[in-house]
């Protein structure tokens, strides 16, 4: 049994990105501007997740078994969003196990009862309502960019998990090549909003993929955020490109 030491709680925040000036007018009016966004949006979220045949679904619940995710386990998915995440998991953690979700948006909340079952709350990564050492795993799906701090959000993520617990992330990506992020800058700013707003004819929801594109283009390199977890105080943090120029993971561990 090796010890379990205790991270320091001195820290300047990191956040994941620079404030966007181009959607609000600075880093403290971030927050509402995005909980307004995903409130005016969150009925769109499956049908921009059908564009792309619904295969994120099928790739979430791979990834999580992967990792290591199985029957009996207690999982905690922040950012449950439509629980795309969610669902996978319980799936995964079945029988025996049980996942609970967590979200600080309304209406994402309310799309994520359509299709889930298990327990959902209402809050935020950086100070999650729940108890320390509960869980055996804790995910995020597609959600790290709208955290205001990352190290406070991996601090929170490493609290309530169990002793030997693991995170799991999954996020946007851009490569650092100049063609690969020229293609990726296309596709992700330019094709995907505009099928985007064809098959929702609403204008917030591009807007919502124009945003998701600029946090992805100046969120902090996967080393800031591999740096995060081990000042939060996991072991074996990892990155790992998935889909080049779209999609990529990161993982860590509690220590025993």
């Known amino acids: 049994m090796s010890a379990n030491p205790k991270p320091a ?136 960019r709208h955290v205001p701090d990352l190290v406070a959000a991996f601090r929170q993520y490493y609290r309530v998990l169990k002793p030997g617990g693991k995170v799991w992330i999954l996020e946007g990506h851009v490569p650092k090549s100049k063609i690969g992020h020229a293609l990726t800058r296309f596709a992700w700013k330019t094709v995907v909003p505009g099928l985007t707003y064809l098959a929702t004819r609403d204008r917030d929801a591009k807007l919502l993929m124009d945003y998701y594109w600029d946090t992805v283009e100046q969120c902090v390199p996967p080393e800031s955020i591999l740096a995060s977890m081990r000042i939060a105080g996991f072991t074996d943090a990892r990155f790992k490109g998935v889909v080049p120029g779209a999609i990529c993971e990161y993982g860590g561990t509690k220590p025993l």
């Open 9 to 144: 709680e001195t820290q300047d925040p990191i956040p994941p990105h620079t404030p966007l000036t181009s959607y609000y007018e600075s880093d403290a009016d971030r927050r509402r501007y995005v909980d307004e966004l995903f409130n005016r949006t969150a009925r769109h979220y499956n049908t921009i997740e059908r564009i792309f045949g619904n295969g994120g679904l099928y790739y979430r619940r791979f990834s999580l078994w992967r990792a290591g995710m199985k029957p009996g386990m207690k999982v905690l998915d922040v950012a449950v969003g439509t629980a795309a995440v969610a669902q996978g998991a319980a799936k995964l953690v079945s029988p025996g196990g049980k996942v609970f979700g967590v979200d600080p948006n309304k209406c994402m909340l309310g799309e994520a009862r359509k299709v889930f079952k298990g327990p959902l709350t209402r809050g935020v990564a950086e100070s999650l309502p729940f108890k320390s050492n509960q869980f055996d795993f804790v995910t995020m799906g597609i959600a790290l």
